[in-house]
């Protein structure tokens, strides 16, 4: 069946197949159906009764690639979900108008994908404190360091803290080998991982040795007052309720803080208070601090973590 949507341009046909028309294969890995470009027109296997739905994705895909949007596999995916959900509205206007953060150490310019990805950057670039909370895969961390770069490029914040609770996973981190920096980082490798693909290996080591940027547990945060400084507390979900308030009373003048994490998935035992879903409870009535809930759907990894957190949750209910 051939859907009505038409491709005027060349240039649009090449954004919307994508490399080794990748992100066609999408429609057969989400909805079971297949779509194939031939000319101008459209055409599916698709029964009639996904016709409607077809309809409404391709007209919008359409119209961002005639705009010169390159499309990649995660858009593709965000797209079918949206239109799942009825969701559509403003996505045009979301991929016309979004605004490029910085270039990372690829080459590669990095935005917001999500509509609850520019609604954490505008809270980012309004708020002296936000948190960012949902599953794992919405780009929280991420999006978090990116921005934090590029305060610290304009000279806006004069450092960039990034810590995270250290939960030993069934050892003591005293019986472990090496010093406690050894001991410590494998816990951090994601912010160090964050950081090398924005900056670079050997200039994001280089502003580790000038102290410029710091990566340490949450727990070197005690005692200190971080002013001019962009501070972001990764995987908060496992820290305790003291942790937390220890934490968030290191905000100092001039200073950004930034909490993400997901309420659904601690470490903590079974006992234990979680200080983020503590917080939450807290905080959420304060004016100057914004709360930004992610979604299952702002999920942009590989198709199948979807696919995980959609049985996980079947699971447990």
């Keep these: 069946m051939t859907l009505k949507t038409k491709i005027t341009s060349a240039n649009a046909i090449s954004n919307l197949v994508g490399v080794n028309d990748r992100n066609l294969l999408i429609f057969k890995q989400q909805l079971g159906v297949s779509v194939f470009i031939f ?18 994705i391709f007209e919008v895909l359409v119209k961002i690639c005639e705009s010169k949007v390159s499309l ?18 403003g996505l045009y206007d979301l991929y016309k108008n979004r605004k490029k953060i910085l270039v990372n150490s690829y080459g590669k310019a990095v935005y917001p994908k999500t509509f609850n990805q520019v609604r954490y950057l505008d809270a980012i670039c309004d708020k002296a404190l936000v948190f960012g909370v949902g599953p794992a895969g919405t780009g929280k961390t991420y999006l978090a360091v990116a921005y934090a770069v590029k305060e610290l490029k304009k000279g806006s914040v004069k450092k960039i803290v990034l810590t ?8 003591s981190l005293g019986f472990l080998p090496g010093d406690l920096k050894e001991k410590v980082d494998p816990y951090l490798i994601p912010l160090y991982d964050a950081l090398y693909e924005m900056l670079g290996l050997e200039t994001t080591q280089t502003l580790i040795e000038k102290g410029v940027i710091e990566i340490a547990p949450l727990a070197y945060m005690r005692g200190r007052t971080l002013e001019n400084a962009f501070i972001i507390l990764d995987e908060a979900q496992n820290t305790t309720t003291s942790q937390m308030k220890m934490f968030l009373t290191r905000l100092g003048f001039g200073s950004k803080m930034i909490v993400t ?8 035992k079974s006992n234990v208070k979680s200080g983020l879903n503590e917080a939450l409870k807290i905080l959420k009535e304060i004016e100057d601090i914004k709360i930004i809930n992610f979604e299952r759907i702002d999920v942009i990894r590989h198709p199948l973590v979807q696919s995980i957190l959609e049985r996980y949750e079947s699971n447990e209910d």
């Design 39 to 56: 000319g101008d027109s459209i055409v599916t296997d698709a029964s009639e009764e996904m016709i409607p739905l077809l309809e409404s």
């Design 72 to 89: 990649q596999e995660r858009d593709i995916i965000y797209v079918i979900n949206l239109a799942q959900n009825d969701k559509l509205d």
């Design 164 to 171: 995270r609770p250290v939960v030993e996973a069934g050892e």
């Design 261 to 268: 994490g997901d309420p659904s998935q601690t470490d903590l």
